[in-house]
């Protein structure tokens, strides 16, 4: 990671971050020489991104480019079970669960490590939960049914720290998503899987650790999937939509040996009020790729559910 005397300052939206001095941000501006980006060892292909054209938008932030592009991702996703009416307690009127069977929904911890990406490396985690398409009123199953089959599902994010600057005033003024800044190590590789988030103190909110899933290699746009997530931004919502190119993952059912540890904090708060019953998935992906479209108006049911 960058020191001090080796970071500059930019302005986004009226709010100065510091990013690395001659990294992918500081040269670039969100609008990468892909060519250069392939020369970057760490990066296998760019091949999915040369299909994506950016373009220039206005945004909270000022000018800026989209989508965002991570030449190089890995991800730990744990899925468990929660009680449909936690999981109402904690979202918007306007959106519901998704239910897996009745009285049932999904909740998801995640952890990120983007290794290259326009804003340069950091690490997130978050605390969502799997929601319904806000602007139908299908049954739950045969939403997920539809999601499952085009790869392609809803959610709402309750926590989603960030570890540097420039993510958590792109994210949170940007996006609408609820970002801080704090201590945040994720490590992923073919054997183990580490995570670990610190509160406002330095001690542990939240932590994991496993062994990650055997992993299958994909051709880069095998195995593309979305991500549709839904933001209030100044009172009005939003849809975020991602596309995540697998190139190395692998996933594990009832997964043994995971060690999750709850301690003090925001995501250990979220988790808790969501009362899961039981992890029923491991996701484990050590190489991939992710293009994050900002976000657009949407229109989402005025009376509650």
């Not at 299909?51 to 000022?62: F, M, N, Q």
């Given at each position: 990671?960058p020191?001090?005397?080796d970071?500059?300052?930019v302005?986004?939206?009226g ?27 760490r990066?296998?292909s760019?091949?999915?991104f040369?299909g ?6 206005d945004?909270?932030?000022?000018e800026?480019?989209?989508p ?5 991702i ?10 449909s ?11 519901a ?7 049932l ?15 340069d490396?950091?690490?997130e ?5 799997a929601v319904r398409?806000?602007r ?11 999601g499952?089959d085009?790869?392609?599902l ?10 540097t ?11 609408g ?7 945040l190590?994720?490590?992923i590789?073919?054997t ?7 509160n406002?103190?330095g001690d ?21 999937s979305s991500?549709t997530?839904?933001t209030?931004i ?6 975020t ?12 059912l009832?997964?043994?040996n ?5 301690g003090s ?17 491991l ?10 479209h ?7 049911p005025?009376?509650p559910?």
């Amino acid at each position: 990671m960058p020191t001090i005397q080796d970071t500059v300052e930019v302005e986004l939206g009226g709010r100065t971050v510091t990013v690395p001095k001659g990294g992918l941000y500081d040269r670039f501006r969100m609008d990468p020489n892909l060519d250069e980006i392939a020369r970057d060892p760490r990066v296998s292909s760019v091949d999915f991104f040369r299909g994506l054209s950016k373009t220039k938008v206005d945004s909270p932030i000022g000018e800026t480019f989209t989508p965002n592009f991570y030449y190089r991702i890995s991800t730990a996703r744990i899925t468990m079970l929660a009680r449909s009416s936690a999981i109402r307690d904690r979202l918007p009127a306007e959106l519901a669960p998704l239910q897996v069977a009745p009285g049932l929904g999904l909740v998801s911890i995640i952890f990120f490590r983007y290794d290259v990406c326009d804003i340069d490396f950091y690490t997130e985690a978050a605390v969502g939960v799997a929601v319904r398409p806000a602007r139908h009123g299908r049954l739950g199953f045969a939403d997920l049914v539809a999601g499952l089959d085009d790869d392609h599902l809803h959610s709402y994010v309750l926590s989603l720290p960030v570890n540097t600057q420039i993510a958590q005033v792109r994210g949170h003024d940007g996006y609408g998503f609820p970002k801080w800044v704090t201590e945040l190590d994720v490590d992923i590789d073919d054997t183990h899987t580490t995570a670990r988030v610190a509160n406002d103190h330095g001690d542990t909110d939240i932590a994991l650790s496993v062994p990650t899933p055997a992993q299958t290699r994909h051709p880069s746009g095998e195995r593309v999937s979305s991500l549709t997530s839904y933001t209030s931004i100044n009172g009005a919502w939003h849809s975020t939509t991602s596309q995540t190119n697998q190139l190395s993952a692998g996933s594990a059912l009832l997964p043994r040996n995971l060690d999750l540890r709850l301690g003090s904090g925001r995501l250990s708060d979220d988790v808790r009020s969501l009362k899961p019953i039981r992890t029923v998935r491991l996701d484990v992906t050590t190489e991939g790729q992710l293009a994050l479209h900002m976000p657009v108006p949407t229109s989402v049911p005025a009376t509650p559910r």
